[in-house]
């Protein structure tokens, strides 16, 4: 399987340093030029020192800075390509119903790539440990937060979830460090939930984050952090795909919790 860099950076961003912050922005922003760069153009381009974005390398789990230029160089070959001018005009003259699935479709694809083994089995251990699950959602993200409530239940963790404001926060503040918090926000920046991330962290209680940016607050502030892909520029379109893939995402998470709890009865049944 084809290591995946991207979302290796991505994954880890909010436990750089300074520095490593500079690389991964570097890296996340040019992908297609860094494959071709040496390690001294980088480090040139950023004005910083050879070692440096080779200790950078290894950070991510690689053995040096070659072999994290051919793991980005296979994830960039194997990622969707971006329309050729033909595809753009035959996609105007589309349906909306075909052009939306085929905004899903991609995005679904992009966030598949973006996925960090190691931080869904992070996540994972840490809903299965927890005391209690609180899962928040402002807005739209309201609805995949009950969602991700009802399969969490579903598949016997205890978790909760409220769409009102004032009962978010009030659960929020009440937290403990057993208990682990999922938020969920495509932005990771809106104001509401700003608010109850602080409001959770304070009570030293373990948290999630499901987003689109690995830069925004939520991402920067949470344990771990899960990602989102899309590149639509319609809002309407890009706020529809975005809530498939968080479901996607809640989706793989629960069948991963229900085959472990599986595996856990299964054992204790042999050894009765």
Do not use: W
């Not at 340093?17 to 860094?34: F, G, M, Q, T």
């Not at 119903?97 to 869904?120: A, G, P, R, V, Y």
Request: hydrophobic share 40%.
């Amino acid at each position: 399987m084809t290591e995946k860099c991207l979302g290796r950076i991505r994954s880890s961003y909010s436990r750089f340093s300074e520095k490593e912050k500079k690389i991964a922005d570097y890296i996340l922003e040019k992908p297609e030029l860094v494959i071709h760069q040496t390690i001294n153009e980088v480090a040139y381009d950023l004005n910083i020192a050879d070692a440096t974005v080779f200790r950078f390398s290894k950070r991510i789990g690689f053995k040096g800075f070659q072999a994290m230029k051919i793991a980005l160089a296979s994830e960039i070959m194997t990622s969707p390509q971006p329309l050729q001018e033909e595809e753009v005009l035959e996609e105007h003259e589309n349906s909306h119903t075909e052009n939306m699935f085929k905004s899903t479709i991609k995005t679904l694809e992009k966030t598949l790539q973006n996925i960090d083994n190691d931080s869904i089995n992070k996540v994972i251990n840490l809903i299965i440990q927890a005391n209690k699950v609180e899962i928040y959602g402002t807005g739209d993200s309201s609805f995949v937060a009950m969602e991700a409530f009802y399969k969490l239940v579903n598949v016997g963790i205890k978790a909760f979830a409220f769409i009102e404001p004032h009962y978010q926060l009030m659960s929020a503040s009440h937290l403990t460090k057993d208990d682990v918090a999922i938020f969920i926000s495509h932005s990771g920046a809106n104001k509401d939930i700003v608010n109850l991330l602080k409001a959770a962290n304070e009570t030293g209680a373990k948290t999630i984050g499901i987003t689109g940016s690995p830069k925004s607050f939520v991402s920067l502030n949470v344990d771990v952090a899960l990602y989102t892909s899309t590149d639509e520029t319609d809002c309407r379109k890009a706020a529809c795909t975005s809530k498939i893939a968080q479901l996607s995402l809640i989706d793989a998470l629960c069948l991963n919790i229900s085959n472990l709890n599986k595996e856990v009865s299964e054992t204790s049944l042999d050894r009765q």
